[in-house]
């Protein structure tokens, strides 16, 4: 069984940082492909980071120049750093990983899993 845990959530003034981790623990042959998502009150779901097996990264439009996502292999975990923070990034930030796991007799499967969510509020 593979689980996703973050931490790294809180309050923050506006213009100031918050690090995300999220690290996946279990059965883990190898991560795939990591997300960030965010989901305001009353909103949809959104992405707002993707980190690829090769470390090339995407940012949706509304975090680009301000977030910074980046992942550590060997602990298979990843980062979101958080800077120049506004109060509409106030959201349960959400993380999101394609991991590779061992299942009985030798074999692997992949699937898909989802962080609890970790509550990010920026206010003054």
């Known amino acids: 069984q593979v689980h996703l845990v973050e931490s790294g959530g809180g309050l923050a003034q506006p213009g100031g940082s918050l690090r995300l981790s999220c690290a996946a623990s279990?059965?883990?042959?190898?991560?795939?492909?990591m997300y960030w998502y965010r989901q305001a009150p009353g909103k949809q779901r959104d992405w707002v980071a993707q980190i690829t097996t090769s470390r090339s990264t995407n940012y949706a439009g509304s975090v680009k120049g301000r977030f910074t996502i980046s992942r550590d292999n060997a602990k298979n975990t990843v980062y979101l750093q958080m800077n120049s923070l506004k109060p509409e990034d106030t959201a349960v930030y959400y993380c999101?990983?394609?991991?590779?796991?061992?299942?009985?007799?030798?074999?692997?499967?992949?699937?898909?899993?989802w962080g609890q969510g970790t509550q990010v509020t920026v206010s003054s």
């Open positions: 279990g059965s883990i042959r190898s991560v795939g492909d």
């Open positions: 999101n990983a394609r991991v590779f796991y061992y299942v009985d007799h030798g074999g692997t499967a992949v699937n898909d899993y």
